[in-house]
């Protein structure tokens, strides 16, 4: 006779089965550093660093966290529904059910409510991000050419008309000082912490695309029209920014780094530049000092640091 063992349930087995997932799982985020923890945490979203950023990070997070309880709940009936109704013999006719009303109706309407709940809370963030009455402290004419940018800032007399306009030809002021990018030198942006600056976005060539990753923003700049939006940086430090478009050949130069400071190192910078003599009358637009396409072996740094 031999040695009988117990025989295990099919709901114990399924626990062993679940515990030891478990175990793998905490094995694995044991491993990951603090970094990846932070990631994880942040849905791979880093953390906002501008006041609109922050709508936009929120928006980010719980469009994840609707969309992980939809996907468990929607997993969930699908296994249900192959374990319950699964077939159990060869000789058993199953229940043959052609409609079901209330069924029907729940999953045609929940659907079209999380759509409405997401357009809505969409559209807010979007206007918040976009916020066309938020008073303006700076504004910054942003060229992007093939392939580099440059950073006009106004210093002069401000005109808050100007700001309205959507096409080249008027500007809110009187007098600018610039940075301006070759394919050479990677140009800086300084922007001053807790005030909110406003990017009136030019290209004297082809579609750009101009934003700071950890600004959780970006949009188009397009030939022949100025696109715009303003940031307020919460946090002094040092951000990368670039071109999201692809726009030509040198497309990977495109490249500018980003300064967040205090406001009067922000106001000593742009009074350095002025010393320097990097001022216009008006914005660089294009031409020889700002247009870069037959600059990318220029070694010049267009302007001091």
């Not at 699964?86 to 759509?115: C, G, H």
């Not at 008027?170 to 406003?198: I, N, Q």
């Not at 980003?258 to 000593?268: M, N, P």
Request: glycine letters at 8%; proline letters at 5%; one cysteine or more.
């Amino acid at each position: 006779m031999g040695l009988q063992l117990p025989k295990r349930s099919a709901g114990t087995l399924r626990r062993v089965a679940l515990l030891a997932a478990l175990g793998t799982v905490l094995v694995l985020l044991a491993g990951c550093s603090a970094q990846t923890q932070h990631e994880w945490k942040n849905l791979a979203m880093p953390d906002p660093v501008t006041e609109q950023g922050h709508h936009t990070f929120l928006l980010w997070r719980y469009a994840w966290i609707a969309a992980m309880v939809t996907g468990v709940i929607v997993w969930a009936l699908i296994a249900w529904v192959v374990v319950a109704y699964r077939r159990k013999s060869d000789d058993e006719v199953p229940i043959q059910t052609r409609y079901n009303l209330p069924l029907e109706i729940f999953y045609t309407v929940a659907p079209i409510m999380m759509v409405i709940v997401f357009f809505y809370w969409t559209v807010d963030v979007q206007n918040a991000v976009l916020d066309e009455d938020a008073p303006i402290d700076n504004t910054i004419e942003v060229v992007g050419q093939q392939w580099s940018w440059t950073f006009n800032y106004g210093v002069g007399e401000r005109d808050d008309a100007a700001d309205e306009d959507a096409s080249d030809t008027k500007y809110p002021y009187d007098k600018y000082v610039y940075e301006a990018g070759t394919g050479s030198y990677v140009p800086t942006l300084v922007l001053p912490v807790d005030e909110t600056t406003r990017f009136n976005l030019h290209s004297p060539d082809v579609i750009h695309d101009f934003g700071v990753p950890a600004f959780l923003m970006k949009m188009d700049v397009i030939p022949g029209r100025v696109n715009h939006y303003q940031v307020t940086p919460t946090e002094i430090g040092e951000y990368v920014g670039k071109c999201y478009e692809l726009c030509g050949v040198y497309h990977s130069r495109m490249l500018f780094k980003v300064k967040v400071v205090s406001q009067d190192d922000y106001a000593q910078y742009l009074a350095d530049r002025e010393d320097a003599g990097m001022v216009s009358e008006l914005p660089l637009l294009g031409g020889s000092q700002a247009s870069t396409q037959a600059g990318l072996s220029d070694t010049t740094d267009g302007g001091a640091e």
